[in-house]
């Protein structure tokens, strides 16, 4: 069983910055890629970013050259810095992992098995 725990998340002004983080516990391995998601109030769960284990990345248009992904297999964490934030990305935040391994990691809630619990994200205007 594969266990995910979101943190960072929390109130900031617009323009302002967040790192969350996941750690991960269970039988997921660093060749996996793992994803973050948000879900904002009466919207559907879209992609954010994800990192497959050969580190390649990919990003939701929207957050393109602000939010960066970045994992730690040493301690099986995966981090979202989030930098220049708006009152857009206010959200629930949810960490993901995908069982199959992907060269290119996906960008489907479908393709992710596993879930955290979700970490809040308020950015103020």
């Known amino acids: 069983q594969v266990q995910l725990v979101e943190s960072g998340g929390g109130l900031v002004q617009a323009g302002g910055s967040l790192r969350l983080s996941c750690a991960a516990s269970?039988?997921?391995?660093?060749?996996?890629?793992m994803g973050w998601f948000r879900q904002a109030p009466g919207k559907e769960r879209e992609f954010v970013s994800a990192?497959?284990?050969?580190?390649?990345?990919v990003y939701a248009d929207s957050v393109k050259g602000r939010f960066t992904i970045s994992r730690d297999n040493a301690k099986n964490t995966v981090h979202l810095q989030m930098n220049s934030l708006k009152p857009e990305d206010t959200a629930v935040y949810y960490c993901?992992?995908?069982?199959?391994?992907?060269?290119?990691?996906?960008?489907?809630?479908?393709?992710?098995?596993?879930w955290g619990q979700g970490t809040q994200v308020t950015v103020s205007s």
């Open positions: 269970g039988r997921i391995f660093s060749r996996n890629a």
């Open positions: 993901a992992a995908d069982v199959e391994i992907r060269g290119i990691p996906g960008k489907r809630v479908d393709q992710y098995n596993y």
């Open positions: 990192i497959s284990g050969d580190v390649n990345t």
